[in-house]
């Protein structure tokens, strides 16, 4: 049984793929791997773990931040936003008391948007 970030990892990587409309040979050639390491990489009860340079290449292959795979309730449009990869690395060169204010912002924003009717 795979891990909860194996799951969305799977999740992730294959909507990835299908909103490309590409097939898992086609992915494969992007992220120059086999086409046997995608189909595993995105199926739901494999139990092999991704070698992170897996995870990377396909990323890589998609102008995506690794981050970007991992996120849980990630939406298509965000998914492939370049944008959104852009500022994971910048957030994470960032110092750690930069980091803390950014989150703070945001989590004022969150609230300011619960708020909303």
């Known amino acids: 049984m795979k891990s909860k970030i194996q799951s969305v990892l799977a999740?992730?990587?294959r909507r990835l793929r299908l909103l490309a409309r590409k097939s898992q040979m086609e992915v494969a050639k992007i992220a120059g791997v086999s086409q046997k390491t995608i189909c595993n990489?995105?199926?739901p009860d494999a139990v092999v773990s991704p070698k992170l340079a897996t995870i990377e290449a396909l990323a890589r292959g998609f102008h995506l931040h690794p981050a970007v795979l991992l996120l849980?309730?990630?939406t298509d449009?965000?998914?492939t936003d370049r944008q959104l990869g852009l500022m994971i690395e910048k957030f994470v060169q960032l110092p750690d008391?930069?980091?803390r204010?950014?989150?703070?912002l945001i989590a004022d924003f969150a609230r300011l948007e619960d708020r909303q009717p």
């Open 11 to 13: 999740n992730n990587a």
């Open 41 to 43: 990489l995105e199926a």
């Open 72 to 74: 849980e309730g990630i």
């Open 77 to 79: 449009e965000a998914l």
């Open 97 to 99: 008391h930069r980091k």
């Open 101 to 104: 204010q950014i989150m703070d």
